[in-house]
């Protein structure tokens, strides 16, 4: 089964406006870390936000937010205030605890239009 | 400080050769992993390296092997090469192996592999 679900190949965005990407995981795990990247052309990972399993407050980091509904198993990045440079692929990733091995989704190409 | 570094930043290989692939950590990370991402999919893991052993192993085939130096940079060798390995094979590092919960990976640029 997939652990990493992405299911937006590609999103446009208008300059300005917010823009949410849909991410959902499969885990038994009960401690877990989510966590979502970008990836310009230039092909280096960008760390942008995580999310603990047990964290009680969705994360929050500048433009970027993380909306966390652990019943439905979806962790959400949501981009605020969309800029020309978001133009890149994002994914989400989820983390077992005590393993350094990353599940990635197969990424959302965003589009950010002037 | 130095980001990870991989080299080289592309390669051109025929079906059948091998390929070695290199990468150095950022300066104090013992933990080098390797991912391999397919043109138009997320990154697969590899290969994982703690002070020079294997700690852990994707599902992918024995022609894939890999090593860590004593000054913690990692090699990925890749043996009789097929189309299917055409990629961007990323390296991270961390500090260990059994990071916090909250430690994400650091990624360097890739090197883009091709095989003709």
């Known amino acids: 089964a997939q652990k990493i679900t992405q299911t937006q190949p590609g999103m446009f965005v208008q300059e300005k406006e917010a823009v949410t990407l849909d991410c959902t995981y499969d885990?038994?795990?009960?401690?877990?870390?989510l966590f979502w990247y970008k990836q310009p052309s230039s092909g280096e990972m960008i760390f942008l936000i995580y999310?603990?399993?047990?964290?009680?407050q969705n994360a929050t980091e500048g433009r970027y937010s993380l909306n966390f509904q652990k019943a439905r198993k979806s962790a959400n990045l949501v981009i605020s205030a969309s800029q020309l440079g978001d133009s890149a692929m994002y994914f989400c990733?989820?983390?077992?605890?005590?393993?350094?091995?990353?599940?990635f989704g197969s990424g959302t190409k965003l589009n950010v239009k002037p | 400080d130095a980001g990870v570094t991989q080299s080289p930043t592309h390669l051109i290989k025929t079906r059948g050769q091998q390929v070695t692939l290199r990468c150095s950590p950022i300066s104090g990370h013992k933990s080098v992993s390797w991912y391999q991402q397919v043109l138009g999919q997320g990154p697969q893991f590899i290969f994982q390296?703690?002070?020079?052993?294997?700690?852990g192993r994707g599902n992918f085939p024995d022609r894939f092997s890999a090593r860590q130096f004593p000054n913690y940079s990692s090699e990925l060798n890749v043996n009789a090469l097929l189309l299917g390995d055409s990629a961007l094979y990323l390296c991270?590092?961390?500090?260990?192996?059994?990071?916090?919960?909250?430690?994400?990976?650091?990624f360097g640029s890739g090197t883009q592999l091709s095989v003709l």
């Open positions: 999310q603990g399993s047990y964290d009680q």
């Open positions: 990733a989820m983390r077992e605890v005590n393993f350094n091995k990353f599940y």
């Open positions: 390296y703690y002070e020079k052993e294997e700690r």
């Open positions: 885990t038994s795990d009960p401690s877990y870390g």
């Open positions: 991270a590092s961390s500090p260990q192996t059994n990071l916090p919960a909250n430690e994400k990976l650091f």
